[in-house]
């Protein structure tokens, strides 16, 4: 497997411990979104994209987040620990939506995706920066001659 880009768009929050959002490209054929860059205590660590989990309300079988404390269909009050909880008994509220599966792996993705976070870092100190945009689509191709 070989990481033919990563892009990086720079979070301007100071305060918060979300850096960036990337987007992954791999053997210029399959792309990951949303990966996030957080500044965690011993450095910045990758996130992968993820969802939120639900549920379904035993009255009406209306589908709500696990946080929820009423039915956004039926308004019927939820159970408040319907979470399944991690090995360390924090409620478990997130899946991952794409994500490596061993640890060789993830520590590969990490590396180069928190490098070309430092890249990026670096380059938006110089004059003139412009940060990455993310609303092309990834397989867009400029027309070269636009008078058709």
């Known amino acids: 497997m070989e990481i033919t880009e990563v892009r990086v768009k720079l979070i301007d929050n100071k305060d918060e411990r979300l850096k960036a959002f990337c987007s992954m490209t791999i053997d210029n054929d399959f792309v990951i979104r949303d990966i996030k860059v957080i500044e965690g205590t011993s450095g910045h660590?990758?996130?992968?994209?993820?969802?939120?989990?639900?549920?379904?309300?035993?009255?009406?079988?209306?589908?709500?987040?696990?946080?929820?404390?009423?039915?956004?269909?039926?308004?019927?009050?939820?159970?408040?620990?319907?979470?399944?909880?991690d090995f360390k008994g924090r409620m478990k509220l997130h899946a991952d939506i794409a994500h490596p599966i061993n640890a060789e792996c993830r520590q590969f993705l990490q590396d180069k995706i928190v490098q070309s976070f430092e890249e990026e870092l670096e380059k938006s100190k110089q004059?003139?920066?412009?940060?990455?945009?993310?609303?092309?689509?990834?397989?867009?191709?400029?027309?070269?001659?636009?008078?058709h």
């Open 45 to 85: 660590f990758v996130a992968m994209p993820s969802r939120k989990m639900s549920d379904h309300c035993p009255k009406c079988g209306g589908k709500n987040h696990l946080r929820a404390r009423f039915c956004n269909n039926c308004g019927a009050s939820l159970n408040e620990d319907r979470a399944k909880k």
């Open 127 to 147: 004059p003139g920066y412009k940060p990455v945009e993310f609303d092309e689509p990834d397989d867009y191709v400029p027309e070269e001659n636009s008078d």
